[in-house]
């Protein structure tokens, strides 16, 4: 959002993800090997709520949002790339593809 609009400072990073159709479930389990799920039991948080709340060690929390297809998926293949320096760079998704 800070790219687009007005930046204000937040504790937490938010990001969509898109997992395979019917792998769902084995991909947040590999996700949260590596990142400590904040929830107990957040597999199943995550598979009912859409949103898998992770620490990320050394960074602090993330919400990752599980992706929708269609209009989610498109706007993923719509991102863009965004040079944060020192040969960092993340993908955004467009100004319009966040309005909506």
């Known amino acids: 959002m800070q790219r687009w609009g007005e930046p204000r400072l937040t504790i937490d990073v938010d990001l969509a993800i898109l997992l395979p159709p019917g792998g769902e ?8 090997a590596v990142f400590p799920p904040r929830l107990k039991d957040s597999v199943s948080f995550a598979l009912e709520h859409r949103v898998l709340p992770v620490e990320v060690t050394g960074a ?7 992706a929708l297809p269609d209009f989610e998926e498109e706007a993923i293949s719509r991102a863009v790339d965004y040079d944060l320096g020192q040969e960092r760079v993340v993908r955004l998704c467009t100004a319009e593809d966040r309005v909506v």
Do not use: H, Q
Not at 60 to 66: T, V
């Open 60 to 66: 602090g929390p993330a919400d990752l949002s599980l």
């Open 25 to 32: 479930e084995r991909a947040l389990r590999e996700i949260v």
